[in-house]
């Protein structure tokens, strides 16, 4: 979190050192871009960011990644690198008064030839409105803007402000960054991490890719007295896993029902389990899942397994009746049949294109002889005159023509090869051409 209190006036100068018992975190804050450790697509020599530093021009940039990652530290080392004047505000804590004072001031200190990059965290705060003051004061130069976001920009930000700044997505940090803090903390500290080589790599993966969140836990284990090193057991005794990234309104919603939506379509299994245990886990409601299995029964399975929607309701009248945790296991089991099914779209298929043929052909009559007569006047003028009465006929099929006169026979559901449907394929083949047949000796 950047320092809302800081002498916003200040020409740009290297960071002080922390002092002693500042937390560990900011003992740790990298001093220059290359201290950058998970960021080097961005960073390194060939890199947007490593370019811009070299040529000693940067744009207006939004850093879009995870917590932890960095985005605070890299905006103050761009400032450092090509001597900017370093003003950092939170869209969380300011307003229309404070963005007024700071471009004022900007444009006061760029008359002094000092120009000013502006960092603003959380930038996704501001509303639209707030957003498009942004505009002239980026367009014009007053500001170079280096906005953080946890958030997909295409959805927070306006068009117009991203139009004029580069995005910049920053990686969750790997297991490599994550060790490579570890020993940082290490060697300012002057000793070892009081943990087991089972336990250090277990606290490297609770920290979820989120680099401060590590810090912090480690600084925790620094901070106590420990005898012999903390073993699996105890270290989850002492220390509580981080909360995995997940909101449900968000892009992390969005990214996950995709995921698990195309790897049943994919009929893999494994992942599909995967990423429904990683939403579950999380906290997503149990009834949007089945919902939004229930969709992927129809759209990607249909008729090649016409089961599949019967176990997805099955699957919620279970969830109905038992709740959680027990209920859970029928959204599993329908997750994985949609996963191991047949795949078909063609009833998804069949559907957009009967759609699209409705709206274009408008109103047009259905043949006179498949229309109910009720009144005697229907009978009269005409209306199921011809009808012929399919159980009456061979087979139980007369071959008659129900398409409206103005209109060519279509072909919208088209059946594949898979599954229950290519027995649904088979018999309408031979529909096909018992039609043509009876049509011929009409």
Request: glycine share 8%.
């Amino acid at each position: 979190m950047p320092d809302l209190f800081a002498d916003q006036d200040a020409p740009a100068r290297p960071a002080e050192l922390p002092a002693a018992n500042a937390p560990l975190a900011d003992r740790l804050r990298p001093t220059s871009l290359d201290e950058i450790v998970g960021q080097e697509h961005l960073t390194g020599p060939d890199g947007a960011i490593g370019r811009m530093v070299a040529a000693g021009r940067l744009s207006s940039m939004i850093l879009w990644g995870p917590p932890g990652t960095g985005k605070t530290s890299i905006a103050r080392l761009l400032a450092d690198a090509v001597g900017l004047r370093f003003v950092a505000i939170s869209a969380v804590f300011s307003g229309v008064a404070d963005l007024k004072k700071i471009f004022a001031e900007a444009r006061q200190m760029a008359k002094a030839g000092q120009q000013t990059l502006l960092f603003v965290d959380e930038v996704h705060r501001f509303n639209r409105s707030q957003q498009d003051g942004f505009l002239p004061y980026v367009e014009d130069g007053t500001v170079t803007l280096v906005g953080a976001t946890t958030e997909n920009p295409s959805f927070e930000l306006n068009a117009a402000l991203l139009s004029r700044c580069q995005v910049l997505i920053l990686r969750r940090l790997d297991h490599r960054a994550l060790e490579e803090l570890m020993r940082r903390a290490e060697a300012i500290e002057g000793r070892p991490l009081p943990v087991t080589t089972e336990a250090r790599e277990a606290l490297i993966a609770s920290a979820d890719g989120d680099g401060r969140f590590l810090l912090n836990q480690v600084e925790t284990l620094f901070s106590i007295e420990i005898g012999e090193p903390l073993g699996l057991a105890e270290l989850s005794d002492l220390l509580h896993r981080r909360v995995p990234v997940y909101d449900k309104d968000r892009e992390g919603h969005y990214n996950l029902i995709s995921a698990l939506h195309k790897t049943i379509r994919g009929s893999d299994p494994q992942a599909a389990l995967y990423y429904l245990a990683r939403m579950l886990v999380a906290g997503e409601e149990p009834l949007y899942l089945l919902r939004r299995l229930t969709r992927a029964a129809v759209e990607d399975i249909g008729m090649a397994d016409p089961n599949a929607l019967l176990q997805c309701l099955a699957a919620k009248e279970m969830y109905d009746f038992l709740g959680s945790p027990e209920g859970e296991i029928g959204i599993v089991q329908a997750c994985l049949y949609l996963a191991t099914a047949p795949k078909s779209n063609a009833t998804y298929m069949a559907q957009k294109a009967a759609w699209r043929s409705a709206k274009e052909t408008g109103s047009l009559m259905p043949p006179m002889h498949i229309l109910n007569a009720p009144t005697k006047l229907m009978k009269t003028v005409g209306y199921g005159k011809g009808y012929a009465y399919d159980h009456s006929a061979d087979e139980a099929f007369s071959g008659q023509d129900y398409w409206p006169e103005e209109m060519e026979a279509q072909a919208f559901y088209e059946p594949t090869d898979r599954g229950f449907e290519a027995k649904v394929k088979e018999r309408l083949e031979y529909w096909n051409e018992r039609r043509k047949e009876l049509q011929r000796d009409e």
